[in-house]
């Protein structure tokens, strides 16, 4: 009905044109201000249409792109635009409601000037109304309707890129909308307090009702305001679209972004669409503030939280990110320090074109993080461009041969070190723990090796302080080794060393702990040590290993047959074998050895699982480090008492039987003899089933063999431990290779030591049959007349042939003295059998 009406009208205005337009040329009220159209095109004859008339220039609050309607006769004009900001029609008439269509009988639009010509002077004004006005003529209808029949509808006009600018006290809109006794419950959403338009970021900056809306906001009556052929907007997804008329760049940017199909709704090809705008910038679309505004849900600390909420949500593989930015250096900036310039998610992310780390486009592209973390970090990132990663293409970007030690053909950048939400202080021992892997990424050889050495075994065991890659080569300013500017040059080496160490004018400074003792090829004197070292400690194992296997067998064997000596029995007699000095001798000597195992086998499997643990366990290694020296200490001071006492004895010996020869090779000297052999031969031939069950004097084969093999290793690992625990006192007059050569010898030798004790000593002693589960004789001093009797009855008489044994009887301790005794055997067994187990397991790489 309503078109059947504006047709009327129409053909009524068409007809009264010629009186119409006479009329306006001579009247005193001016025509009624409505977007005039842009001229005709030529028509298909090729005639030109007459010059239009001179008109003032458009208001520079209008937009220049404002699309206008042609004139058709033939057809209703299309609904008008939204009314340009600071543009208040005047009505055509007196009494007439603004924004109402023009009478019957008015006058036609005026077209608009020609665009100037640039530098030409403008056109005279024109003359005032009534005086000497030219007539406007009107085009032919010939020339006007071929250009209206061929051109499309135009499209619905959208807000000016910066608002209408539009007055409040003409913006209708909120006499209805701004009364709060017009809106029920149901409806109060449509009810806007005008103290919150005061704070809304588009109403400050002039952006109106009906900028986003469309319709006319001068108009009062509320149906003609919101007539869809004025422009008004619904539904309300119809009104969010209007966003993009003055955002487009973010508008672009979004719908490139991961946050392009991130939107709740579906497309019709069930393709994900936009996120809405409401999503980050709050629900309330009338009371937006600005993002620097602390009710703002993008304020830095309310930015996080917004983010987290809808990932949350969203996300399959969401990993909480709310907390793990909140445990790092920029989320404790922000919450701990209250720093408002800290980086929350879109000073990293970006905030409308925020793509996947791989796209070019990303902020956190390897090409390009370095320029976002540089917006905060500016002179870090003047250091990175200098450095030997970001020199000539810059950082994250392809280089043109592998990183020293690695296969990598990528320069890194910020992310390669610092990554995820939870970054952590760069001082931080955290970080400083896994910088090494890190930088393993594209150097993995000398990551490999750098684990080999001291620092990088204290680093695996969590020890903060232990030099790292950036202590030595620098962080973001590393520079090549060969630049005379760099922490690793020549003549800045003692610099960089003195940081931790006391540099003297020794070779300290020259210590490569890059060295792998594996390559020969690095350095053929540190390989050579470490061959011959590994050759010595398989040969041990492999002989002792066949010789303990065999006598398990054959003892096995011999046990069943003929069953176990009688042991040591409270309240009865026995012989003293070890004396008392023997028996605190070997318990300081135990706690020792067992201390320096403790302390010493974390940090040679210091990669392993159960190393770490009982590092931590024993207070880490500032602690660790202490009590191993402390121990050293207590094993040389044993070593030297018992050798210092040992010579004494045996030189004693030899004055009284005036032989030091006898005296050395005796029985009762702990030196090998001819005997040895012959008992070893004997052992052998007895393990096969070729002959009888040996028997010994006072020391056997196997107890001269651990005795001499304690010392040996008590003197080589106490040697190299001195040297690598004063490195700079022993450089001052020795290669710096010495170092490394002291390492490799310290911690096979170490090796050799441990495994052999807890394997094979302990059976020996303690785990053969006829022994099971402990021999008692070196805990009490005691062994029984029956045990003497069936393993060294030569020593047995020996002793009563000479009148000792009576002196060598004592009474064997009460029952519950036995079980104190026994009780902390099985706990030094325990715990050498716990270390073993470790030991395998590691190396086998479980």
Request: charged residues 20%.
């Amino acid at each position: 009905m309503r078109w059947f009406v504006v047709s009327v009208l129409l053909a009524a205005a068409v007809a009264a044109g010629g009186v119409a337009m006479k009329a306006a040329a001579s009247s005193d009220e001016p025509a009624v201000a409505t977007p005039p159209p842009p001229p005709p095109p030529p028509a298909a004859s090729g005639k030109k249409s007459p010059a239009p008339a001179p008109a003032p220039a458009a208001k520079p609050s209008e937009p220049a792109d404002k699309p206008s309607a042609a004139v058709d006769d033939a057809s209703p004009p299309p609904p008008p635009p939204p009314p340009a900001a600071k543009s208040a029609s005047k009505p055509s008439a007196p009494g007439a409601a603004p924004g109402a269509k023009p009478a019957p009988g008015a006058a036609e639009p005026a077209p608009p000037p020609p665009p100037p010509t640039p530098g030409a002077a403008p056109p005279p004004p024109p003359p005032a109304p009534g005086k000497g006005a030219p007539k406007v003529p009107t085009p032919p209808k010939s020339a006007i309707e071929p250009a209206a029949q061929a051109a499309p509808a135009p499209p619905r006009a959208g807000p000016p890129p910066k608002g209408s600018q539009l007055a409040t006290e003409k913006n209708a809109c909120l006499t209805c909308h701004g009364d709060p006794d017009l809106w029920d419950a149901q409806n109060q959403r449509l009810y806007l307090p005008k103290d919150k338009l005061a704070d809304d970021v588009h109403f400050v900056k002039g952006v109106n009702c009906h900028d986003c809306h469309g319709g006319s906001p001068e108009v009062p009556e509320a149906r003609l305001a919101h007539a869809e052929e004025d422009g008004f907007r619904k539904p309300l997804s119809e009104v969010r679209k209007a966003c993009v008329h003055c955002h487009q760049v973010a508008a672009t940017r979004l719908s490139e972004s991961v946050h392009g199909k991130a939107g709740e709704k579906r497309d019709d090809l069930g393709r994900g669409t936009p996120l809405e705008c409401k999503k980050c910038h709050g629900p309330t679309s009338h009371h937006l503030v600005a993002s620097r505004d602390p009710r703002s849900p993008l304020f830095p600390d309310n930015q996080v939280k917004t983010c987290d909420d809808c990932h949350r949500q969203r996300l399959e593989n969401y990993k909480n990110d709310l907390e793990t930015y909140r445990t790092g250096v920029h989320g404790h900036g922000l919450y701990q320090s209250g720093l408002q310039v800290t980086a929350v998610c879109a000073d990293c992310h970006g905030s409308h074109g925020i793509y996947y780390a791989g796209n070019a486009k990303s902020t956190l592209h390897p090409t390009r993080v370095a320029k976002t973390c540089g917006k905060c970090h500016r002179y870090i990132e003047e250091q990175l461009e200098a450095s030997v990663h970001a020199r000539g293409n810059g950082a994250g970007a392809m280089a043109d041969r592998q990183a020293p030690g690695g296969k990598a053909k990528r320069k890194p950048s910020c992310t390669d070190c610092h990554q995820g939400h939870d970054q952590v202080h760069p001082e931080s021992v955290a970080f400083r723990l896994a910088l090494p892997h890190r930088c393993g990424n594209c150097h993995a050889n000398l990551s490999t090796t750098y684990a080999m050495s001291l620092h990088g075994e204290l680093t695996e065991l969590g020890y903060g302080p232990a030099a790292k890659c950036s202590d030595c080569h620098g962080a973001h300013d590393i520079l090549a080794v060969t630049d005379p500017n760099s922490r690793l040059a020549p003549g800045n080496r003692a610099a960089t060393c003195g940081q931790c160490h006391v540099v003297g004018s020794g070779d300290f400074a020259n210590f490569d702990p890059h060295i792998d003792h594996t390559d020969p090829a690095r350095n053929p004197l540190v390989h050579g040590v470490y061959l011959f070292f590994l050759t010595l400690l398989i040969t041990v194992f492999a002989v002792f290993g066949v010789h303990t296997v065999l006598w398990f067998v054959r003892s096995l064997i011999h046990v069943w047959q003929h069953g176990r000596p009688k042991g040591l029995v409270p309240g009865h007699k026995a012989y003293v074998r070890f004396v008392p000095f023997h028996r605190w001798s070997h318990a300081f000597l135990l706690i020792s050895f067992l201390g320096l195992a403790l302390t010493g086998l974390p940090l040679k499997y210091s990669e392993s699982a159960w190393a770490k643990s009982l590092a931590f366990a024993l207070g880490g290694f500032q602690q660790t480090s202490t009590w191993h020296r402390i121990f050293g200490l207590v094993t040389f001071g044993c070593f030297f008492i018992y050798i210092g006492r040992m010579v004494r004895h045996v030189v004693a010996r030899g004055i009284r039987k005036g032989s030091l020869e006898k005296a050395v090779f005796g029985p009762d000297s702990p030196v090998p003899n001819w005997r040895d052999l012959k008992d070893l031969v004997r052992m052998i031939r007895w393990f096969f089933g070729l002959g009888p069950k040996p028997t010994f004097e006072r020391w056997s084969y196997w107890e001269k063999f651990d005795f001499w093999g304690a010392c040996a290793d008590v003197v080589i690992i106490g040697c190299t431990g001195l040297i690598l625990w004063f490195p700079v006192l022993f450089t001052a007059f020795l290669p710096a290779v010495t170092l490394n050569i002291a390492k490799v010898i310290h911690s096979t030798q170490a090796l050799l030591a441990t495994g052999f004790v807890f394997a094979i000593h302990f059976f020996n002693t303690h785990f053969r049959p006829d022994k099971f589960p402990a021999d008692m004789s070196v805990l009490t001093g005691l062994v029984s007349e029956e045990e003497m009797a069936e393993e060294r009855p030569d020593y047995l008489e020996r002793m009563r042939a000479s009148g000792e044994l009576d002196q060598r009887l004592a009474e064997v301790p009460p029952q519950r003295r036995l079980w104190t005794i026994k009780l902390l055997g099985y706990v030094a067994l325990c715990v050498g059998l716990a270390l073993l187990a470790g030991m395998i397991v590691a190396g086998l790489g479980m």
